[in-house]
């Protein structure tokens, strides 16, 4: 081999691994986007105010403010003198965040307020992580307070014990005015409500030491099917169970501040609960936020609303 040769297979060498190594980098790259969703600083600091002000609308007699501490840790503050932090930004995967959620965990999967068409992917369960602290505040802080705060609503045959604080009870006689006539009028709408399967239920969330939305007085569960529960249920029976569901039904839920367990993937058909902060989101803040447009664009405002943003933006 002439030095000429040696020199150009030397030069062809230091380009073939290069090369290798931009396209492995670029790889590289593409797995890490697929891991962490890309938020910029700004569209974090959007989607937190977002969820803090739906959080005060949703509960007006519990959150009084909100604070930063130390650079980047906020907290919602309480009534009580308490305060819960928003984010905690732990690492947590699907589970991790459904047993130990901080705010921005339970307000994070989106819920959607449209009719929906196959049960949603395993792990999407929009508002099926709740802090505790704040149920405890809002609807009661031990079973005795929680009983204390009960009353009884008229769902058209019988009456069902439902908390009465941060207008639950009132919700679910509001949705109970719509849905009676409804139900007169439509096999299929009375066939999904009635008999109910229950509404208050001091008690655990089926394989889990949490206790469930029913124990708060802030769920009811309508006339159940064998097929309503994944645990009981395969995704191709929820599947059928779903096309066959008159969704006139969760659309009237939805309208006064309940979610549907049917949006869930990890999906619960008859089990509605009142969870208005899940809902005020999917309504105002369903798009992403934009570039140089305000972070509340979308809210349709009351001076309430005014008042919380001007607070926010005071605040943080
Ligand atoms: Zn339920």
């Known amino acids: ?175 109970m005015k719509e849905l009676l006539p409804l139900s007169r009028q439509s096999h299929k709408v009375y066939a999904a409500s009635f008999p109910s399967s229950g509404a208050f239920n001091y008690r655990l969330i089926g394989g889990t030491n949490r206790l469930s939305s029913h124990a708060y007085g802030i769920a009811i569960d309508l006339n159940s099917n064998k097929y309503d529960y994944w645990r009981w249920s395969t995704r191709e029976e929820g599947q059928k169970r779903l096309n066959a569901y008159p969704q006139e039904v969760s659309a009237i839920f939805e309208k006064y501040g309940f979610i549907w367990g049917g949006k869930w993937g990890n999906f619960d058909i008859m089990h509605y609960e009142y969870r208005p902060e899940i809902i005020l989101k999917a309504r105002y803040f369903s798009e992403r936020p934009v570039s140089g447009i305000p972070w509340y664009d979308g809210l349709q405002s009351s001076q309430e609303a005014w008042e919380y943003i001007w607070l926010i933006e005071e605040s943080l």
């Open 1 to 175: 081999m002439n030095f000429k040769r040696f020199i150009l297979s030397l030069i062809v060498i230091v380009l073939l691994i290069t090369g290798c190594k931009i396209i492995w980098n670029r790889h590289l790259i593409t797995v890490n986007a697929a891991a962490v969703s890309p938020v910029s600083d700004w569209e974090y600091e959007a989607v937190m105010k977002r969820d803090i002000l739906c959080l005060m609308l949703a509960y007006p007699e519990t959150i009084t403010g909100v604070d930063k501490v130390s650079g980047n840790e906020v907290y919602v503050l309480l009534k009580s003198g308490k305060k819960i932090l928003y984010d905690d930004r732990k690492e947590k995967n699907a589970w991790q965040k459904s047993g130990n959620p901080d705010l921005q965990d339970m307000m994070d999967q989106l819920y959607s307020l449209s009719k929906i068409t196959e049960v949603l992917p395993n792990y999407y369960n929009p508002g099926c992580a709740r802090v505790y602290p704040l149920l405890k505040e809002v609807y009661g802080m031990s079973k005795k307070s929680i009983l204390s705060n009960l009353i009884k609503v008229s769902i058209g045959y019988k009456y069902v014990e439902f908390n009465g604080n941060n207008k639950a009870a009132e919700s679910l006689k509001a949705v």
